[in-house]
């Protein structure tokens, strides 16, 4: 190989060397916009996430107690309705049992006629 060829290679490799570095540069400049894009977005989601999301999670969590501690107090108030409700049921049964026993005794002693 002369000293001709070699320089023309040389000179060749150092061409396709500058063109790849130029194409690394653009893709460095592309990838640094893309990067400036995905902060942008990352921003708007944390922003996102701060205005919105953990406003209405609070938002939700308050009501979610309120409606826990309703819930409680209903709870009480039908636990009291259930267990007057098995009194009255008892007593009713009990007021019922006392006049078939009156009724029979009125019978018995002759002060009320059977019935027909």
């Known amino acids: 190989m002369t000293e001709r060829e070699m320089l023309e290679q040389l000179l060749h490799t150092q ?3 500058i063109k790849d570095f130029s194409d690394m540069k653009s893709d460095i400049c592309n990838m640094k916009d893309d990067i400036c894009h995905i902060k942008g977005e ?3 989601i944390n922003l996102h996430l701060e205005n ?3 406003k209405n999670l609070a938002i939700l969590s308050e009501n979610h107690v ?4 309703k819930l409680d107090e209903n709870l009480k108030i039908t636990d ?3 267990a007057y409700q098995i009194k009255v049921n008892c007593l009713t049964e009990e007021v019922s049992k006392l006049k078939r026993e009156f009724y ?4 018995k002693d002759g002060l009320v006629s059977s019935p027909a």
């Open 15 to 17: 061409s396709q060397m």
């Open 42 to 44: 990352i921003q708007n």
């Open 52 to 54: 919105v999301t953990d």
């Open 66 to 69: 309120s409606l826990v501690k």
């Open 80 to 82: 009291t309705q259930f």
């Open 104 to 107: 029979q005794h009125m019978m």
